[in-house]
């Protein structure tokens, strides 16, 4: 198949012909979308509650914390190179690399549960400390193939067409969001473990898929590939060259993601050590289940998920007839207002519902946004320019996790979320009054 403009017969259409007919997909932007989707179900059935697999293995608040901060770390690094890889040797062999790796990680995150504590003497190596390990691994495909989804996209897609473009990739994305939490309030429904063992051993399973499928599927003859590796020197030219467009998206960003950042990995103790509330539900032949808090905390995030679902395609849509920084600007504020909001909710199973649907709508600006990172890059720089954007955002917000862990831990985890709010509303604000347009959806 070509990578001119796919037309479908309506009498030869599949599902997956009907949903690229549907949303007009090139060939690799659905390739990559059906590699989201797995890659996706891995990570997002574990990542949200390593929280709790931290805790579990000894970790304290402060640990949490630092354990965000090195999430962070690892974001602002990895991507940079990701894109300089991506744009040096293609995005194919590039992802195919990433999603072994990442495999590998959730096997060393499984592993960990049946490690015991190593004495060195001066020191003693918990558990706990082998989950840090894995996220090196696990994160390769998430972060480091950034670049290369950007510039696979952009390839692949019309300039004024872009936010559709990601929506699609974000759909199968947020498909596997919805399903993954879902999966795991199933196999941790009674409590936390033995069941995430479980979880974890589903998502290698899916990260091996996932790479399989990418990179035999894959068309790369027109894959954009560079003609020398310049590494890291290359890092300040690439920051220069930043579309002016980028630079006050950026900041903005940065406020929010920052905010984000000091409170994310804290949400599910939130639901599991704060308020301890999990959720009785009758079902008609099934009965009534009687979900632990870890299992209500991954029916949650389905819920958000469902709604990230629902509303990404139609607010692509709308940015084609708004321009993106409406869009943009409403998934920022929902990003900044959330953690205030939480932490002050009620105990009440149908509070915290209507607050994780509310959540959910921050994704909606998810498509907006990255148009608005890559449009106004050069054709073949997509890589280069998502790779520097993410690695000065990552930069800016690698000590959040450990202010929130240290404000958690130290003062009060209500103090902590207030604070992210601040921080976060302080982004949405600028980039009201800063925020630029992207000139293909003027």
Known sequence: MSREQVTVDAEETGPLETFQQFFSLKRDVLVLSLAMFAFS?????????????????????????????????????????????????????????????????????????????????????????????GLLLAQCWKSFGIGGHYAIVKQATEPDRLARGFASTETFRRAAFLLAPLIVAVLVADE???????????????ALLGTVVQHFMYEAAEDTVGKEFDGFGRLVEDLRALPDPLRP????????????????????????????????????????????????????SGIEMLVALLTMAPAAKVAERTGLKPVVGFGFFVYAAFPVML??????????????????LRFAGLPAHKALIVGPAEQGAGGRVTGSYYFVRGLVVIPSGLLGGILWQYATPELAFTVASIIGMIGVVYFAVFGEEFEAYQ
Do not use: C, H, K
């Open 41 to 133: 179900l891995g990570f997002q059935m574990t990542n949200r509650f390593l929280s709790e697999y931290l805790v579990f293995l000894g970790a304290t608040g402060l640990i949490v914390g630092i354990w965000g901060t090195f999430g962070n770390v690892i974001g602002a690094v990895y991507p940079y190179y990701g894109g300089v890889i991506s744009d040096r040797v293609g995005s194919r062999y590039a992802l195919t690399v990433f999603g072994f790796l990442s495999a590998i990680g959730f096997g060393v995150w499984l592993a960990a549960a049946f490690v015991d504590p190593i004495d060195l003497g001066i020191v003693t190596i918990e558990p706990w400390v082998w989950v840090f390990v």
């Open 192 to 206: 936390f473990m033995p069941g995430f063992l479980g979880v974890l051993a589903i998502a290698i399973g899916f």
């Open 249 to 300: 998206l950026l900041v903005a960003d940065t406020f929010v993601r920052f905010a984000n950042g000091m409170v994310y990995v804290f949400f599910i103790l939130v639901i599991t050590r704060m308020l301890e509330i999990g959720w009785t539900v009758t079902l008609p032949a099934i009965g009534t289940i009687d979900l632990a808090p870890a299992a209500f905390f991954g029916v949650l």
């Open 343 to 360: 932490i002050f909710a009620p105990e009440s199973v149908w509070v915290l519902i209507a607050l994780f649907a509310f959540s959910g």
